[in-house]
């Protein structure tokens, strides 16, 4: 059993930054992606960033490309998704997920663990 637990959402202004992290614990991920996806209200769950555990390639959403960065640490089992340039746009929950093997990244059904989610609130 893995369990993923977010922090480090809340309320910025447009323009301005956070770094969301995630702390994984219960098994080895060494052969998972680790993915970061959102949802706004009314709206379906999105892909926002995924990485390989073992290799560090990533997958990011062309929505947020050269504004958000997933990074992982493997010696403190934690995945941080930097967002900068915050937009209105990327007001969500926020949630962390991790599946077996780094394919099909962009699609939830790939995950089997999710996180309980943070809240990401930007003003404009």
């Known amino acids: 059993q893995v369990q993923l637990v977010e922090s480090g959402g809340g309320l910025v202004q447009a323009g301005g930054s956070l770094r969301l992290s995630c702390a994984v614990s219960?098994?080895?991920?060494?052969?998972?992606?680790m993915a970061w996806f959102r949802q706004a209200p009314g709206k379906e769950r999105e892909f926002v960033a995924a990485?390989?555990?073992?290799?560090?390639?990533?997958s990011v959403a062309d929505s947020v490309k050269g504004r958000f960065t997933i990074s992982r640490d493997n010696t403190k089992n934690t995945v941080a998704l930097q967002m900068n340039s915050l937009k209105p746009e990327d007001t969500a929950v926020y949630y962390c997920s991790s599946g077996r093997g780094f394919f099909s990244v962009t699609m939830s059904t790939h995950y089997t663990y999710w996180g309980q989610g943070t809240q990401v609130t930007v003003s404009s």
């Open positions: 990485i390989s555990w073992s290799s560090g390639i990533t």
């Open positions: 219960g098994r080895t991920l060494s052969s998972y992606a």
